[in-house]
């Protein structure tokens, strides 16, 4: 066997990442008129986000709450440090077999969860099952380890870990919060709708409420004393708790933060972004993410949208750099093709053609549909040229949808953007009804093109796959496949590109603009930092001062 250190990361562009208020995951002492001093002891957060996501069992989730929740309530086998290198946490060391499908974790000893269950080898086996259980209907853990295949416990802190196949990400995911370690007591005696409802972890916060659509309240853990050495403290957190609410309201949530109401927000709307920077009572944070950019998925399985010549069409009509100038505020950076820039292995020689109304044109008489409705849309057959857009129907709806439909229109494209409530889009995006969906895909590795676009990423009644355009392409699959089983570096650049540049071809969606997380926080709250997986506030040592 040979040390895992052998196998570097896929994640190397992480170091690059900007720390809110620390470098090198490490938290820094500070007053609002910067004069250096201890950590405050007491206090309760106040944060408010945007979205609820329903439940809270970080394995039967995707959503981005879990980004911050995942390092309140649970910690990880292993945390990502400065060059995105997996390193130690409740794993304190790690060995891997030659082939790659054998790994040997050693585990901490003396953490607990909550609820007095121990954290043994035991432990991580409920874990890594309950993420492939289909009653989970994992949307993202699961699939994540899905080469998992069992376990051997060796003694009670040793446990070796089979794969089915090579799956050199596997560590890497490993650090994310929708695979954090919850109570194998819970799992086994909750249903899933009781751990949607209240997940027990080890981590520094312990779940005390949860009323949907409202907050969410967590109190620190007075006996937790095992983070990752990155965070260069050990104890319990230095907040008593923290106090989510979900403020649907992009003006409210901003507006309360400016108030002193909450402390932080997340998903700061881009048109505050100014007015954060030159508030002399807040910080502003832009923090670039590793993954997928917004796109606009295509629905390849069904007309309008198996026709490649439509989708063509329809991307040629989308005038990126226009949506850009007028959500971003200058914030955003547009996408140039399926990876977002600072993910390793992005290739900036593939382009993803532009805005050119012409060639939409071009496309769509070649495609046939050349006749014209009394309202200017485009027929074939009797039939008008559509798609039906689902999007979650929010407080504030973003414009970029209209902006899309607009520029549709101008080619004789009809997109009928229907708002819906959240739960009725979940279920159109898994039943594969829609014609067009929109998002983001924030991961840890390149090998989210592999949750994106493999075959076997499909929906289908055994797993949420993310595969939303439906796109199945065999060159596809069999490139993603080999640089999952590959750590020669030169292979994975050349098997990456050319997954990049097949997809410019088949167009499975229009990327719209790099993924960045917007934050903004008051200079009340001290010693945050970034971390290292997510881009993502870590609030495990942060105090307000007085």
Known sequence: MFPSRTIRSLIAALAGLSLLTACGGATTTGTVDGSSKQPVRGGTLNLSMSLDPLCLDPHAISSDVEQIFGHILTDNLVYLDEKGDPSPWLATSWEISPDAKTYTFHLRKGVTFSDGAVFDAQAVVTNFEHMLDPATRSPLAGPYIAPYKDSKIID???????????????????????????????????????????????????????????????????????????????????????????????????????????????????????????????????????????????????????????????????????????????????????????????????????????????????????????????????????????????????????????????????VNVNLLPLTQVTTLRYDGDYDLLSGVWHTNTPDVLYIKYATESIPNEKRLGQNLSHLSDPQIDTWLEQARQTTDGAKLKDLYGKVQQRLVDLVPGVPIYDNSVLWATSKKLQGVITDTSHATPVFTYAWLTK
């Open 156 to 414: 009670d802190y040793t446990l070796e870990v089979h794969l089915s196949r090579p799956y050199v990400p596997f560590l890497t995911v490993l650090a994310q919060g929708w695979l954090g370690m919850e109570s194998p007591k819970a799992i086994k005696e909750d249903t899933p709708a009781q751990l949607c409802e209240h997940p027990v972890g080890s981590g520094p916060f312990v779940l005390t409420g949860y009323t949907k659509n409202q907050s969410v309240t967590f109190a620190r853990r007075a006996d937790y004393n095992w983070p990752p050495d990155l965070f260069k403290q050990t104890g319990p957190a230095h907040l008593d708790g923290i106090k989510v609410d979900w403020v649907g309201q992009d003006a409210v949530r901003f507006n309360a933060l400016v108030s002193g109401q909450y402390q932080a927000t997340g998903y700061l709307p881009a048109q505050n972004a100014q007015a954060v920077k030159s508030n002399p009572n807040l910080d502003y944070h832009n923090n670039n993410r590793i993954g997928w950019p917004f796109t606009l998925d295509f629905n390849v399985s069904r007309a309008p949208f198996d026709d490649i010549d439509v989708r063509r069409a329809f991307a040629a009509s989308v005038n990126v750099p226009a949506i850009i100038q007028t959500i971003g505020f200058g914030q955003r950076q547009p996408a140039t093709g399926f990876l977002d820039r600072v993910t390793q292995y992005y290739d900036p020689s593939v382009k993803f053609p532009g805005y050119d109304p012409a060639k939409a044109n071009q496309l769509l008489d070649q495609a046939g549909w050349t006749g014209r409705d009394a309202d200017g849309y485009r027929t074939k057959d009797g039939k008008v040229l559509e798609a039906q857009l689902p999007v979650t129907q929010t407080a504030t709806v973003s414009p970029i949808y209209n902006l899309i439909q607009a520029q549709a229109k101008a080619v004789g494209f009809k």
